[in-house]
């Protein structure tokens, strides 16, 4: 979808991302851990579960975004929902 918005082949994309260290995978991935951290720490969202916000972002399974959250952030959701202001 991404290749045919910008009309390039799936391969260029991947090309470019791979020419920056980082595969298009990992990017999306990077993303989608920002914006749950983001949302976490808003205390706009205090009220929602960690696993609606996972879901939401685009995460299918609650253990593979645990996982993938600590190892990113040396920390769990619950960590940083915990510190943030209130």
Do not use: W
């Amino acid at each position: 979808m991404l290749a045919m918005r910008h009309r390039v082949t799936p391969r260029y994309i991947h090309k470019l991302f791979e020419a920056e260290g980082v595969t298009l995978s990992r990017f999306v991935l990077h993303q989608r851990l920002a914006h749950v951290h983001r949302l976490l720490a808003d205390p706009r969202h205090g009220h929602r579960t960690i696993g609606e916000l996972a879901f939401e972002v685009g995460f299918g399974d609650l253990s593979t975004f645990n996982r993938e959250f600590c190892r990113y952030y040396g920390a769990t959701p619950s960590d940083v929902r915990g510190s943030a202001p209130k």
